[in-house]
């Protein structure tokens, strides 16, 4: 007997007390392979619905977390406006009392200054910090001189000014950078250099970085430093009057040519001595 390919025979057999029963149910072939492909497209359905859920919930998650980022960015621009405002207000007070006390000019002029504008981060705000912290100390030194008047009033050196005070270059190479905690003068080897303001000398000799060095203390806490010479006139100890001749220019320690290193501390703080340059007689 040839084989029906067109159906599909499938046989049921119930059994009871009374009788015994055989069903036969004939399926067509060509509805198997409908309920096959129906079961398929069902099942890519719902792999396709699950697939489309993970995506939806995946976007919400990434949705919140940039909500979230947005957020954070949000206070850390409130922090940082509010830092540079606080910076502002100390910087501005800073400049009226060191106009009173005579050691920045009323009329003096800020140099140009310029450059890319870097984006705000998180290092900025430990920057503005940084900054504020200084200019506080700064602030309180301004108060103590217009107590007491102590401030360098004459060069130390006849010279060009060259590298500031600050942040610069590695001035031996590379592209690291460095804080400057003085201001350098050009002049030539062997040129004279004076004590800014009268004092006291506390330190003469060789310091790392500094080379041969004469520290003077000038009292309230105000000491200047005068680095690299190439050779010392003072003793220490010495009571040193303004203008009184201490060393030569030199280029001594970590130096690559002739000039001489001029730094003001404040409580052992240094601060910039551009400030008390502007308003000294050569």
């Not at 029963?21 to 396709?48: D, P, S, T």
């Not at 850390?76 to 800073?94: I, K, P």
């Not at 030194?141 to 060259?162: F, R």
Request: aromatic residues 8%; hydrophobic residues 35%; contains cysteine.
């Amino acid at each position: 007997m040839p084989r029906d390919d067109r159906f599909y025979a499938f046989i049921i057999a119930h059994t009871s007390r009374s009788r015994s029963q055989i069903r036969r149910i004939y399926v067509e072939k060509k509805w198997l392979k409908f309920f096959a492909l129906a079961g398929i497209v069902v099942l890519g359905g719902c792999v396709y619905g699950f697939y489309g859920l993970t995506q939806q919930a995946m976007h919400l998650r990434i949705e919140n977390e940039n909500k979230e980022l947005r957020a954070e960015n949000e206070r850390q621009q409130q922090e940082l406006n509010r830092l540079s405002n606080r910076v502002e207000a100390v910087e501005d007070t800073s400049r009226k009392l060191a106009e009173k006390s005579g050691v920045v000019a009323a009329n003096n002029t800020t140099p140009g200054a310029g450059g890319p504008e870097l984006p705000l981060d998180i290092e900025s705000v430990k920057v503005l910090e940084t900054k504020m912290s200084r200019l506080e100390r700064d602030l309180h030194s301004y108060e103590a001189l217009m107590g007491d008047g102590y401030t360098p009033t004459v060069w130390p050196v006849e010279g060009k000014l060259e590298s500031g005070f600050g942040g610069r270059r590695n001035p031996f190479g590379g592209s690291s950078y460095e804080f400057h905690s003085g201001q350098d003068i050009d002049a030539p080897w062997g040129a004279p250099v004076v004590a800014g303001a009268s004092g006291t000398v506390t330190f003469v000799g060789w310091q790392n970085g500094y080379g041969q060095l004469v520290v003077i203390d000038h009292g309230e806490g105000l000491t200047t430093r005068y680095g690299h010479l190439s050779g010392i006139a003072a003793t220490l100890g010495q009571v040193i009057s303004r203008g009184e001749l201490l060393g030569r220019v030199g280029s001594t320690g970590r130096s690559t040519g002739p000039h001489l290193h001029y730094e003001v501390r404040i409580n052992d703080e240094p601060v910039n001595p551009l400030q008390y340059l502007l308003t000294s007689t050569r």
